[in-house]
Nanobody
Framework: QVQLVESGGGLVQAGGSLRLSCTASGATFSFAAMGWFRQAPGKEREFVAVIGSDESRLYYSDSVKGRFTISRDNAYNMVYLQMNSLKPEDTAVYYC????????????????WGKGTLVTVSS
């Protein structure tokens, strides 16, 4: 059974940092593109970052580029999202997602999802 479990969310002040982790199990995730999406209160879920299986392809949304860094450790089936210079508008539930195929930034193309972890940034 494929599972993605996010952790590392919490409450942080604006300007602070958090590191989200995603633990994947039930498949060989070294072959999968892994991504992070988020959903702010009252808004639709949106793309944040994605990393290809061999780490050669990384994409970020314009809103987080230069502040967030996605990485992965295939030996441990882990994906990370380092979030720096956090802003109140980064407040959202952050979801880990996986796709066994080409790298994509499209939510509808992802095959598996975690349940999310809440990040709250206070001003």
């Amino acid at each position: 059974q494929v599972q993605l479990v996010e952790s590392g969310g919490g409450l942080v002040q604006a300007g602070g940092s958090l590191r989200l982790s995603c633990t994947a199990s039930g498949a060989t995730f070294s072959f999968a593109a892994m991504g992070w999406f988020r959903q702010a209160p009252g808004k639709e879920r949106e793309f944040v970052a994605v990393i290809g299986s061999d780490e050669s392809r990384l994409y970020y949304s314009d809103s987080v580029k230069g502040r967030f860094t996605i990485s992965r450790d295939n030996a441990y089936n882990m994906v990370y999202l380092q979030m720096n210079s956090l802003k109140p508008e980064d407040t959202a539930v952050y979801y880990c997602a996986a796709r066994f195929g080409a790298v994509t930034t499209k939510e509808d193309d992802m095959h598996y999802w975690g349940k999310g972890t809440l990040v709250t940034v206070s001003s």
